[in-house]
């Protein structure tokens, strides 16, 4: 069987690596010349498994066990191996409520170190970082922004031994060598304009180079073009998905030259995500989506500005110098990408659809990076068992996770799910 991957991202090289030692002989088709220089390319790699279902928590946990592993999970290539550094991830939400506690017991229940921080033992252990309420955050304009609330964060959930990767689209490239290796096909440089499927035979993949690429099964892992991929294959889905512009930006780390660590901070009750970048020189500041903010919705995912705005910047490094005051601000460094979003709940669409062979890894409202090592094998075994005769709509996938020993059911990202309950944001 031959299986074609729209998409060279780090979900596209994950699920190609993955089909072909699963039997399949694997295609990725990718416009641009090198692999990850999509949404990969922007991504800030955070690993984290704070996460409101169940599911996504044991993807996560499985998929930390193989970045922290990475050289052994990849296998011998030639290449610089994409670093995990871990110096934790705190969490902090507005209310430290019934969700919190449940999935900070899922947590533990996985295997995850976490551990709930009151505002005091917070301070104490960053004090660098303020621990007044900012919630809920209010726009850069409104009189009040930087008027104090009187109030304390209601805690933190800080995991131990989270993260990021260093590097995103090395990691992606790791995962071409690897596939290469293995005998994955990687058609780079290479535009798909359309596909047909005569007589119900196999997929004809047509390329702007006026070429055709033959598969019995295609998968989708277009990324923000996944919404244009799936018209050209004329696929509908239940759950709307949509590109979202994003940007981060970067500003000077105050305590490089002192030599103190920073850990990756999740700040929904301020409203943005912040991490260390460059070896600590410098941190990369982005939102959280909180609800003041306009989301920038685009059309056409070859329209849009990369640039960064004004708007956006001043909104999310003030709220970064808010939250740690120590940082000052500097000139304006960051860029503009696209999220591919689910609309409904922010979680990937891991499925396959009602046109036979077709499936799709796509929505992933800028946070599977995180899963991407896992989430191939997942539809590895989608694709596998699916042109084997399983209906997975009514006898889901069950993905075994061999580093944490879990199990995960696969219907929660299915395309006919109703909408996971989740924080509507990235966070998820």
């Given at each position: 069987m031959h299986v074609a991957i729209v998409g060279g991202g780090i979900l596209g090289c994950s699920i190609s690596w993955a089909l072909r030692r699963a039997g399949a002989d694997a295609t990725v088709i990718d416009r641009h010349g090198e692999v990850g220089h999509g949404s990969t390319s922007a991504s800030c790699g955070i690993v984290r498994r704070f996460y409101s279902q169940p599911g996504m928590i044991a993807l996560a946990h499985e998929a930390s066990h193989l970045w922290a592993d990475w050289g052994a999970h990849l296998g011998p290539i030639e290449d610089e191996l994409a670093r995990f550094e871990r110096p934790g991830v705190l969490l902090i939400p507005p209310a430290i409520d019934a969700s919190v506690h449940a999935i900070i017991a899922r947590m533990k229940e996985c295997g995850v170190a976490v551990q709930l921080l009151d505002a005091d033992a917070a301070e104490a252990r960053f004090p660098f970082l303020c621990a007044d309420s900012f919630f809920p955050p209010v726009p850069t304009a409104d009189p009040d922004f930087f008027e104090p609330t009187g109030k304390r964060i209601a805690g933190a959930v800080f995991e131990e031994d989270g993260g990021?990767?260093?590097?995103?689209?090395?990691?992606?490239?790791?995962?071409?060598?690897?596939?290469?290796?293995?005998?994955?096909?990687?058609?780079?440089?290479?535009?798909?304009?359309?596909?047909?499927?005569?007589?119900?035979?196999?997929?004809?993949?047509?390329?702007?180079?006026?070429?055709?690429?033959?598969?019995?099964?295609?998968?989708?892992?277009?990324?923000?073009?996944?919404?244009?991929?799936?018209?050209?294959?004329?696929?509908?889905?239940?759950?709307?998905?949509?590109?979202?512009?994003?940007?981060?930006?970067?500003?000077?780390?105050?305590?490089?030259?002192?030599?103190?660590?920073?850990?990756?901070?999740?700040?929904?009750?301020?409203?943005?995500?912040?991490?260390?970048?460059?070896?600590?020189?410098?941190?990369?500041?982005?939102?959280?989506?909180?609800?003041?903010?306009?989301?920038?919705?685009?059309?056409?995912?070859?329209d849009y500005n990369e640039s960064i705005s004004d708007l956006v910047h001043d909104r999310q490094t003030l709220r970064l110098m808010k939250r740690f005051p120590d940082v000052q601000r500097g000139p304006a460094r960051g860029l503009g990408a696209l999220y591919d979003v689910t609309v409904a709940d922010w979680y990937p669409i891991i499925d396959k659809t009602d046109l036979d062979g077709w499936y799709v890894a796509m929505g992933t409202s800028g946070s599977s990076f995180k899963t991407a090592p896992v989430i191939g094998p997942l539809v590895a075994k989608l694709v596998m068992e699916c042109e084997g005769g399983r209906d997975h709509d009514v006898d889901p996938v069950v993905l075994d996770l061999p580093r944490t020993g879990l199990r995960v059911d696969a219907s929660f990202l299915s395309r006919l799910r109703q909408a996971n309950a989740t924080t509507g944001t990235v966070i998820g």
């Open positions: 990021y990767v260093v590097s995103p689209s090395l990691a992606a490239h790791n995962l071409r060598l690897a596939g290469e290796r293995d005998g994955v096909q990687f058609r780079l440089g290479t535009t798909l304009v359309g596909v047909e499927r005569p007589d119900g035979g196999p997929f004809l993949l047509r390329t702007a180079d006026g070429g055709t690429i033959e598969a019995d099964a295609v998968v989708n892992a277009a990324g923000p073009h996944s919404g244009l991929v799936n018209r050209m294959g004329g696929v509908t889905l239940p759950l709307e998905t949509r590109p979202l512009r994003r940007e981060v930006h970067a500003m000077k780390n105050p305590r490089y030259e002192a030599g103190g660590g920073v850990p990756v901070v999740g700040d929904l009750d301020g409203g943005i995500y912040f991490r260390p970048e460059s070896r600590c020189r410098d941190l990369i500041v982005g939102s959280a989506d909180p609800a003041c903010d306009a989301f920038e919705w685009v059309d056409d995912p070859d």
